[in-house]
C-alpha cells in the first residue's frame, strides 16, 4: 500500500445546510461513514476532526476501523482551523484532505491522486477542481506556519500544485 493518512474535516457546524451534515443518512450510512469509506481502503488510517456534534460524530464512527478522532476546540473560527488540528496527527508521506460532507469520492479519483507526481495534487473534473486533496507531509510546517486568518486555498494557490 501506498502510505498515506487520510484527514476528515467533520468539525464545523453546517450552518449553510441548516441541519448537522454528517450524520444525514446516505444510503444505508451517514454522511459522515460515507466519507471516511472513500478514503479508508487507501490510507493507513483516517484521522477525523471533529468539534461541532462531537459526541455524535465519534458515536457514528465508533465501528470504523482505523479511524482516529481528534477534537478541534477552535472549531468555530472555521476550515482552516480543522485543517491544522487534522494534519499536526499525520504520520504517513502525504496525506489526503477532504471535508467530510464530501461522501461521494470515487475510489479511481483516490487511486489516480495517489499515483500523480507532485507535492499538492487536487483532482479536476470540467476544469473544476475537487477532493480529496493530496498533500506532501513535508509540506505540514509550512501550513502550521501560516497565519490563522489564512486559508488552505490561499496556501495552496501561493505553492502550487498539480491535477
Not at 479508508?40 to 465501528?63: D, K, N, S, T
Not at 479536476?124 to 493530496?134: I, M, T
Not at 501550513?143 to 486568518?149: G, Q, S, V
Request: aromatic letters at 6%.
Amino acid at each position: 500500500m501506498n502510505r498515506c493518512d487520510g484527514v476528515v474535516l467533520a468539525a464545523g457546524m453546517s450552518r449553510r445546510a441548516g441541519r448537522f451534515k454528517m450524520a444525514l443518512p446516505l444510503g444505508d450510512r451517514t454522511v459522515i461513514e460515507a466519507s471516511v469509506a472513500s478514503l479508508a481502503p487507501f490510507c493507513e488510517r483516517v484521522i477525523v476532526v471533529v468539534g461541532w456534534q462531537e459526541e455524535r460524530v465519534r458515536e457514528l464512527l465508533a465501528g470504523c476501523e482505523g479511524v482516529e478522532c481528534v477534537t478541534n476546540p477552535d472549531y468555530a473560527e472555521g476550515m482552516f482551523s480543522s485543517v491544522r488540528v487534522g494534519i499536526a496527527h499525520v504520520r504517513s508521506p502525504r496525506f489526503f484532505l477532504l471535508p467530510g460532507d464530501q461522501p461521494l469520492t470515487q475510489p479511481e479519483t483516490v487511486r489516480r491522486l495517489l499515483e500523480a507526481e507532485g507535492e499538492i495534487v487536487i483532482p479536476a473534473h470540467g476544469g473544476r477542481k475537487g477532493h480529496p486533496v493530496r498533500i506532501a507531509s513535508h509540506l505540514i510546517p509550512e501550513i502550521l506556519a501560516e497565519p490563522t486568518t489564512a486559508t488552505l486555498r490561499d496556501y495552496i494557490a501561493g505553492r502550487g500544485y498539480a491535477t
